[in-house]
């Protein structure tokens, strides 16, 4: 018998009508591609393999609070990096080996937007902009080249269609990263058809947080080109000693002006300095195409070279294209859902797409690494992953991989880990990129990674050194030197994570530890003002609560980290019970989450009530199941599926952040989310489709059934597991892993009797 795979699965769910139909086909990189107004989701169109080291992306804008490096209304590009972060609210980061294909004159800086003649960028032709799992196609019109990109997960491939021409050209500026520039670059004719080099990167010249985000970090490249490189040459700007390379200065019109005095060498071997490009020329016909392929390394350029060698060893672009496109139809296949609407299986897709991005391979194919002490490691237990946007993750997109993908999971705690161990920090990073401690907001979720990790079973990792730095970083970061953490967002976090320790320390029969921890997970109580604001408020430093602001537990920021009180307030996912106590019981605990949704927009804009755009809220949804409600949940998770998510590139009503904004997605429509990472229950509420099946790494499959699920049919009647009745809200990861069928009955009105605690 032939074995079902998740593609074949897909096939059928869709029917004969839609045979030739692929997951990938469903996906649309544009959704969330903007960093304008409220619907910014700073996501990028371009090229990338589900968490693959690279990704080959237009940029139209060099930084700023656009991370992505791309915006879909700009209406110029400045070239196509190798790398580019993924829904960043940040000053980004990456956008590396910045590639322009060209013709006529060289030009050695990219020029301003509004002025695009004046530089190397060039106006495109919006209608032929495509985009689709590692894929990227579009035509600049100032050349009339056509440019395709697709992508490995260790390196990547541009096919350019020139018009005829004697002066055509590649050219590649070594010195330019999103928000900032490299500090040195080195390139080299390896032979007449490969260069090679690094570009050194620090926090002086901005990049991450415009500096502040600490990274540090080389892009070793090992680049070949299909045309013979015949007449080269290396541009070299004379920077000036003292003279600063930040965002402001990179984009500033003195800075401009130093680029382009740059001096041109012409067919050197070798060269480097502070602000290089290099470029080779050439003569096409009408039609000709050329092509270079490129492979990276953060370790060094014979890593780069056998990360090529390894993924593309030919120079078929399409042979390339279609491996990568089959690798996301297995990844996307992992959740195969039927039913809903064209838009919302494209909405489901995409989201499902945007959680893959990250966390990326950083490890070659070789296993090597740099580790947080600057020296080369290798490993064979685990790759090597970076970009941990902890704050915003372990939410929800951590949650689900250890569904879908928990070899990521696995990866990913060995890397934090060892991160800890080789970089003398002995701590666990809240936000890391690329082995950089940026202190980017605020808790300790990597403990809530490792904890959820290890309750669900996903233990490739030392548990013993994974507790050292754990219990490291929460007496570093925690509640126990004050009882509390001064204000609302951290002490809450901390008593969070606290509690993620004590049952860590009870799995691992750490039975004092587990005692302590239990009771520092409590200390969410000691902020809480029972007199004058009656709800969570923070304490100065002699432990009196901070004056009240005009707008009460609506000010934003008041103890709370991109929230209000009344939005962080709700984070007390360990201890539910206790919180609600706080508030009165569970009836005045409903009624005030029955006001935070009525005050709630609709077209969900940035607001003081529930705020979707930003993570702190993510669970608040599914406090109803909690509290004795659950009907609420099943209302209001659909109304914010429907409200919420988008086709098109405004499809994101915030930052996509790395992965979380879809995650939750990913999950609420699927039926599940859930409240506390660290204990193995997932919430139950209405999926928006009347089919989802998890196509499971062991082979089984679990299937949530929501026959006649719509925006009306969003309440659950009944349910039944297995064939037999169930009456929870809840079901624990145990069953999904192990497989089975959830069948839920639906109907236009609640059922309040269902699933009650």
């Known amino acids: 018998m032939r074995k079902i795979t998740p593609f074949l699965l897909c096939l059928l769910a869709y029917g004969c009508g839609h045979k030739q139909q692929r997951l990938s086909d469903l996906v649309d990189p544009f959704i969330g591609a903007t960093t304008v107004g409220f619907e910014a989701g700073k996501t990028f169109p371009g090229a990338a393999s589900p968490f693959g080291m690279l990704q080959v992306s237009p940029n139209t804008i060099t930084g700023g609070d656009n991370g992505n490096g791309y915006s879909y209304e700009h209406p110029t590009i400045e070239g196509f990096a190798m790398t580019q972060m993924s829904g960043v609210g940040w000053f980004g980061d990456l956008g590396n080996f910045l590639t322009m294909p060209a013709t006529g004159e060289l030009k050695v800086v990219s020029g301003k937007p509004e002025e695009p003649e004046k530089g190397y960028r060039s106006r495109y032709d919006k209608a032929t902009e495509s985009a689709s799992p590692g894929y990227y196609s579009v035509r600049l019109t100032d050349y009339d080249i056509r440019v395709e990109?697709?992508?490995?997960?260790?390196?990547?491939?541009?096919?350019?269609?020139?018009?005829?021409?004697?002066?055509?050209?590649?050219?590649?500026?070594?010195?330019?990263?999103?928000a900032g520039a490299s500090a040195w670059q080195t390139v080299r004719i390896v032979d007449d058809h490969t260069i090679a080099g690094r570009m050194e990167c620090?926090?002086?010249?901005?990049?991450?947080?415009?500096?502040?985000?600490?990274?540090?970090?080389?892009?070793?490249?090992?680049?070949?080109?299909?045309?013979?490189?015949?007449?080269?040459?290396?541009?070299?700007?004379?920077?000036?000693?003292?003279?600063?390379?930040?965002?402001?200065?990179?984009?500033?019109?003195?800075?401009?002006?130093?680029?382009?005095?740059?001096?041109?060498?012409?067919?050197?071997?070798?060269?480097?300095?502070?602000?290089?490009?290099?470029?080779?020329?050439?003569?096409?016909?009408?039609?000709?195409?050329?092509?270079?392929?490129?492979?990276?390394?953060?370790?060094?350029?014979?890593?780069?070279?056998?990360?090529?060698?390894?993924?593309?060893?030919?120079?078929?672009?399409?042979?390339?294209?279609?491996?990568?496109?089959?690798?996301?139809?297995?990844?996307?296949?992992?959740?195969?859902?039927?039913?809903?609407?064209?838009?919302?299986?494209?909405?489901f897709y995409t989201a499902l797409y945007h959680t893959m991005i990250d966390p990326r391979m950083f490890s070659d194919v070789d296993g090597k690494y740099v580790g947080g002490d600057r020296k080369i490691h290798a490993t064979e237990s685990f790759h090597k992953r970076t970009i941990f946007s902890g704050w915003d993750v372990f939410r929800s997109q951590m949650p689900l991989l250890t569904i879908i993908s928990p070899d990521i999971i696995n990866d990913l705690v060995n890397s934090l880990v060892t991160l800890a161990d080789e970089s003398g920090k002995g701590y666990l990073e809240r936000w890391e990129l690329l082995n950089a401690y940026s202190g980017c907001m605020v808790g300790n979720p990597a403990i809530s990674v490792i904890a959820d990790a290890y309750a669900k079973g996903i233990r490739g990792f030392d548990p013993e050194l994974a507790w050292k730095y754990a219990a490291a970083t929460s007496e570093r970061f925690g509640n126990e030197q004050r009882g509390h953490s001064g204000d609302i967002s951290r002490t809450l976090e901390h008593a969070y994570t606290e509690w993620c320790m004590a049952e860590l320390a009870r799995m691992l029969g750490k039975t004092s530890e587990q005692e302590k921890y239990l009771r520092l997970s409590q200390s969410y109580r000691n902020i809480w003002d029972n007199d004058e604001m009656r709800w969570f408020r923070p304490r100065q430093s002699d432990d009196s609560f901070a004056p009240l602001p005009p707008k009460g537990r609506l000010q934003h920021d008041y103890g709370s980290a991109e929230s209000n009180p009344y939005q962080q307030g709700w984070f007390v996912p360990h201890d539910v019970d206790g919180m609600a106590e706080l508030m009165g019981g569970r009836k005045a605990a409903v009624a005030d989450l029955d006001n935070m949704f009525e005050n709630t927009p609709a077209d969900f804009r940035w607001n003081d009530y529930y705020n979707h755009s930003n993570e702190p809220v993510h669970h608040i949804p599914f406090l109803y199941n909690r509290l004795g409600e659950p009907w609420k949940t099943q209302r209001w998770t659909r109304f914010i599926c429907d409200n919420a998510y988008k086709t098109g590139v405004n499809g994101l009503i915030g930052n996509e952040d790395v992965g979380q904004m879809s995650a939750w997605y990913v999950l609420t429509a699927s039926g599940i989310h859930p409240i506390c990472p660290g204990e193995t229950r997932f919430e139950l509420t209405t999926p928006q489709f009347d089919r989802v099946v998890w196509n499971l790494p062991n082979g089984k499959t679990f299937t949530v059934t929501a026959a006649g699920a719509s925006p009306q049919n969003r309440y659950i009647q009944s349910a039944k597991l297995n064939g037999k009745a169930y009456n929870r809200c809840y079901i624990d990861y145990a069953d999904i892993v192990n497989g089975g069928k959830l069948e839920l009955a639906v109907g236009d009105s609640p059922n309040v009797s269902w699933g009650v605690e």
């Open 202 to 347: 620090t926090p002086n010249e901005g990049g991450w947080g415009n500096g502040s985000g600490e990274a540090l970090y080389t892009v070793y490249y090992y680049a070949q080109f299909s045309q013979p490189l015949k007449n080269t040459g290396v541009w070299s700007a004379d920077i000036p000693d003292g003279q600063t390379r930040r965002l402001d200065d990179v984009a500033s019109d003195a800075f401009r002006q130093i680029v382009a005095n740059a001096k041109i060498h012409r067919n050197v071997k070798e060269f480097e300095g502070k602000q290089l490009g290099f470029f080779t020329e050439f003569e096409t016909a009408a039609g000709e195409q050329v092509l270079m392929k490129t492979g990276i390394s953060f370790v060094s350029e014979e890593g780069a070279r056998k990360n090529l060698e390894a993924d593309i060893p030919h120079w078929d672009f399409d042979k390339v294209h279609e491996q990568t496109r089959a690798r996301w139809d297995k990844e996307l296949g992992r959740i195969t859902v039927t039913g809903g609407t064209d838009a919302q299986r494209t909405i």
């Open 149 to 178: 990109t697709t992508v490995a997960p260790h390196a990547g491939m541009m096919r350019f269609t020139y018009p005829e021409s004697k002066s055509s050209r590649i050219q590649i500026d070594l010195a330019r990263r999103v």
